[in-house]
């Protein structure tokens, strides 16, 4: 599994452990676990405020490259700009929230797997239900 793997099943919302299992019931919710491998999507409390810094990356990328867009083309004046890389600010992280866990949680277990055979650390719990949970 490479980096390529990792970012098109979190851009697909799947497991970042097998690819199949949907992460997200709904718009905000979001399934316990895998109902492919089982495999445990927080894998410790608090484990998504790492998604915050993958949707804030995102978004300073995309307002840096407005902003200097906007003021060297000149097309919009200096508060039209100004509303217009506010509205980027708010909107972006909402349109992105999904996608940010996805691709945190991927790149999670890409760097720290944890083994489809291991029920020692709650992380592939084989017997638990998918339930869900509300982000
Ligand atoms: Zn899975």
């Known amino acids: 599994m490479g980096y390529g793997t ?30 492919v491998c089982h495999y445990k999507f927080e894998r410790a409390p608090g484990y998504f405020l790492g998604s915050i810094y993958v949707n804030y990356g995102l978004t300073s990328i995309l307002v840096v490259i407005g902003y200097f867009s906007l003021f060297l083309t000149g097309i919009l004046p200096h508060s039209a700009m100004l509303w217009t890389l506010g509205a980027i600010c708010v909107l972006v992280p909402l349109i992105f929230f999904r996608y940010a866990r996805a691709l945190w949680c991927g790149f999670d277990q890409y760097w720290d797997p944890v083994p489809e055979d291991d029920e020692t650390n709650d992380h592939g719990n084989a017997t638990s239900m998918s339930s869900k949970t509300t982000a």
């Open 6 to 35: 990792v970012i098109s099943r979190g851009l697909r919302l799947r497991c970042p452990r097998c690819g199949d299992g949907k992460m997200f019931a709904g718009s905000l919710s979001m399934h316990e676990t895998c109902d």
